[in-house]
């Protein structure tokens, strides 16, 4: 059983910087899509990153292009997300997630395995 734990989670200022961490556990990690998700209070879950199992290649939504950036050490098991730039509406419980197969896919459907969340809360 794939079990994925975040960290680094906490309250910032607006323009500040924090950089989440997932580990993975229990399964091949290299192999797996990881992905960033995000729940606002009150907001469904959304997409906010993923990066292939090498770690070539990754996309992000819109809202955190430029500012936030996925990367992944196979090596230790781990998924990194570092956020720079945030912002209020940036306020969230992020999630990792991991997904078998080759297409870096938004749709939170498509991943196999979640982590239980890490709080952040960016304040104005």
């Known amino acids: 059983q794939v079990q994925l734990v975040e960290s680094g989670g906490g309250l910032v200022q607006a323009g500040g910087s924090l950089r989440l961490s997932c580990a993975a556990s229990?399964?091949?990690?290299?192999?797996?899509?990881m992905g960033w998700f995000r729940q606002a209070r009150g907001k469904e879950r959304e997409f906010v990153a993923a990066?292939?199992?090498?770690?070539?290649?990754?996309n992000y939504a819109d809202s955190v292009k430029g500012r936030f950036t996925i990367s992944r050490d196979n090596a230790k098991n781990t998924v990194y997300l570092q956020m720079n730039s945030l912002k209020p509406e940036d306020t969230a419980v992020y999630y990792c997630?991991?997904?078998?197969?080759?297409?870096?896919?938004?749709?939170?459907?498509?991943?196999?395995?979640w982590g239980q969340g890490t709080q952040v809360t960016v304040s104005s």
């Open positions: 997630a991991a997904r078998w197969g080759t297409e870096l896919v938004a749709d939170e459907r498509r991943y196999d395995y």
């Open positions: 229990g399964g091949t990690f290299s192999r797996f899509i």
């Open positions: 990066i292939s199992p090498g770690g070539g290649t990754a």
